[in-house]
């Protein structure tokens, strides 16, 4: 798709201290931290707005740094603490290619270019982002990432995948629909879906479809609902495999329908939306994925 028509750099001028605000998406993270659903912003958020006067289209002349941050010279679009520029670099060799495939697994466009923030170290990264254990993390639809992403490295481009993910479906169905209506296990598990398991990686799908078929798989009736963070008594690994394995399972029976429930979400809504592409509840269908895992 065509990305370099329709993303363009933006850069957000919300200071970092905003960010505190817990996402709707539980971040990449291992172990689970404790649950930070509960944090209150301490800083209200102000959410990004473009220039009114200036077209989107229109590059700024000059990137100004958040406070506490520094910009990336050979990427703008990249913001980075002191000491995490190697950091950020490998994060910005990542960023086209994870654009892409964003766009063309979600059939969805960006409408503009996410804020990317890079942090130096762990704690800054958990002041920022209420996740103190996880690699990545989509806040309000500024895109962290934590040095315990650059110290496993392999998993670095699945990651950026995945958060970007969360930021292509934040943009298209806005911040509202995003964080109060689509249940945590959607967007976790495509998210998961769409980056090749990037967050699932210690949890293998096979394993994933015996605990589901055994019945041993996380409670997804009384977790439907849940909009933030991982259900208890569930790894993160297991929680992310098994939701993206049923959302790719939701996915492969109409990938075509799929994709406009995606579309349409930001109008529909979640539930209603779920309803007429599935004509079924969320929980009637993993009740029938679980029952087709044990013919
Ligand atoms: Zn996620």
Redesign the pocket.
Known sequence: MGLHRCVRPFFLTLAVTTLGCRSA????DEPRPADPAVAVPAVPFVPEQPEASEPQSAAPATVSAVPGFLVLAEDPRVQHEAGARDFARAIAAQLDPAFERAQDFHQLEFSRFPPIRVFATRESYADATLSPGGR???VLGVVCFSPKLYEQRATLPGVVL??L??ALLLQNVGLWVHNTKIPAWF??GL??LASDG??AEGCTPEAALADVAAGRGFDFESSVARLRGIPEGVSAYAY?RQTSLFVAWLRGRDVARFHAFLSGLRSTGFQEGFAQTFAATPIECWNAWAESLRE
Do not use: F
């Open positions: 998406q539980a971040a990449v990545g993390s989509c995945h958060e993910s969360h967007r976790e998210a998961t990037a967050g992310y």
